[in-house]
């Protein structure tokens, strides 16, 4: 691919997903296009094994832009980068086609594994801010990944997954459009637990009342049978 083509796609991409970009020209201020451009540079030097010298480009790029991509990663077309001021991408992740990371993303690996040991991320797949993925498995493609979250295991297409560690919440295999950034409105399972156990809560209180009350009564009752005999 040509830079100028390259150039222009990412352009596209980035006006696409980030409603903030008023001109064209305003993407060769966003660090996502310096890291990514830099990336494909490194990249193409760690393939042939000029291995410091690719390295040394990422790190430049990291301190530069805050977005540290390993040039052993493998990353497809259209991805996008908000912000990306704490993006972590590990040496042996792999990345699809039109991938949109917010902040603080990491695709990391867990430490204890040789080889693989970074997820792999399907094609349209969204990871808000300060999402962790870490480990070898795959994210299915469509899905999304709620801000916060810490994926430790496989996620199926078309998924959404909320909470720490996060839980799988399915969209009925709807696929998601790559224009969809939506990543505030997300399912919710433990906001969903609390209010069904406050309400499981609120009837045992009720049964409870009930309980009471009909003892209170059955006292009152004793009560009037003595004095009644008494008396």
């Given at each position: 691919m040509?830079?100028?083509?390259y150039i222009k796609?990412?352009?596209?991409i980035i006006k696409e997903r980030d409603p903030a970009i008023k001109t064209s020209f305003e993407v060769f201020l966003y660090p996502s296009f310096k890291a990514i451009i830099n990336y494909r540079i490194a990249h193409k030097l760690y393939k042939k094994k000029r291995y410091f010298l690719a390295r040394w480009i990422s790190q430049r790029t990291a301190r530069k832009t805050g977005i540290e991509i390993h040039p052993g990663a493998t990353i497809g077309k259209g991805l996008f980068i908000d912000h990306g001021i704490g993006v972590v991408i590990g040496e042996t992740a792999i990345i699809g086609d039109n991938v949109t990371l917010y902040q603080g993303v990491t695709l990391g690996g867990t430490?204890?594994?040789?080889?693989?040991?970074?997820?792999?991320?399907?094609?349209?797949?969204?990871?808000?801010?300060?999402?962790?993925?870490?480990?070898?498995f795959t994210i299915g493609e469509n899905s999304k990944i709620g801000a916060g979250s810490v994926v430790l295991s496989e996620v199926p297409p078309n998924s959404t997954v909320v909470g720490v560690p996060g839980r799988i919440v399915k969209r009925d295999n709807v696929k998601i459009p790559r224009e969809d950034l939506d990543h505030i409105h997300l399912p919710d399972p433990y906001k969903n637990?609390?209010?069904?156990?406050?309400?499981?809560?609120d009837c045992l209180r009720d049964e409870l009342k009930k309980l009471y009350d009909t003892i209170d009564t059955l006292k009152k009752e004793i009560e009037d049978i003595k004095k009644a005999a008494t008396g």
């Open positions: 040509g830079l100028i083509k796609e990412e352009m596209q430490g204890k594994e040789k080889g693989k040991r970074h997820p792999t991320i399907g094609n349209n797949v969204m990871i808000s801010a300060g999402a962790k993925v870490l480990g070898s637990d609390v209010i069904k156990l406050r309400s499981e809560n």
